[in-house]
């Protein structure tokens, strides 16, 4: 689900709708059977990294210029993934990263709505805590953020709305008591409620439609489409 909404938001980028001839754009999901789990603390990344592999190079093989991976996770072995292949990963940290300087001054503190895994492994504090003090959810709110995602009832299983969206507003709610001015979602799911919790005055970005936007930038040549400059 997180796949094909980033792909509806580059389809319905400004740019792509204004110069429909120029961008070609490919979108391919392939069964996965580790794509269900949680993904907690012990996780081990060797089969999603092979996944993402083999999907890039078949990328590379079709011509693409970049490639984009809308998984926080996998993103977390960027570096390690990129040294195998040719066709450079856009940075969804550091298009996270461009937009969170945009939005907020230095010293803001962020809530970060993450995985037991991506939080494990420290990927918002190499991106963020030099500048910006990171806040995370109490452990029982964590709990309910896992379930709220992979959970027999969450967004993975397509419930968009009523006990999902408000136990998330909760969670939110209490990152924004302990000074976070913006919320940063380390799990892309997340971005399908995005829009419904800023209308309810909850700041969660929008993962998705930021990582279309520097995706597009890199198009247009606004940002560096090099492997070099894609590692954070």
């Not at 012990?42 to 089969?47: D, E």
């Not at 439609?209 to 954070?232: C, E, H, K, R, W």
Request: with cysteine; charged share 20%; net charge neutral.
């Amino acid at each position: 689900l997180a796949g094909a909404d980033l792909f509806s938001k580059l389809l319905k980028s400004q740019p792509v709708l204004a110069a429909q001839g120029r961008h070609h754009l490919l979108f391919e999901q392939h069964p996965f059977k580790d794509l269900e789990l949680p993904l907690d603390a012990q996780a081990r990344l060797t089969s999603r990294k092979l996944y993402v592999y083999q999907a890039c190079q078949r990328f590379t093989e079709r011509g693409a210029d970049a490639v984009l991976v809308p998984c926080f996770a996998s993103q977390s072995v960027l570096e390690e993934l990129q040294a195998e292949l040719q066709t450079p990963i856009l940075d969804l940290f550091d298009a996270v990263a461009r937009q969170v300087a945009s939005r907020v001054a230095p010293g803001a503190r962020l809530g970060v709505l993450a995985s037991d895994y991506v939080r494990a492994c420290g990927s918002f504090e190499r991106h963020f805590a030099g500048q910006y003090p990171l806040v995370y959810p109490s452990a029982s709110s964590q709990a309910r953020l896992m379930e709220i995602v992979y959970g027999a009832q969450g967004i993975k299983r397509g419930y968009l709305d009523g006990r999902v969206l408000e136990q998330l507003q909760q969670i939110c709610g209490e990152l924004q008591a302990q000074g976070a001015q913006l919320m940063l979602p380390g799990m892309t799911e997340l971005s399908l409620l995005a829009n419904d919790l800023q209308r309810r005055g909850v700041g969660l970005l929008d993962a998705n439609q930021v990582y279309a936007d520097f995706a597009i930038s890199a198009a247009l040549g606004l940002v560096p489409l090099t492997t070099a400059n894609m590692i954070g």
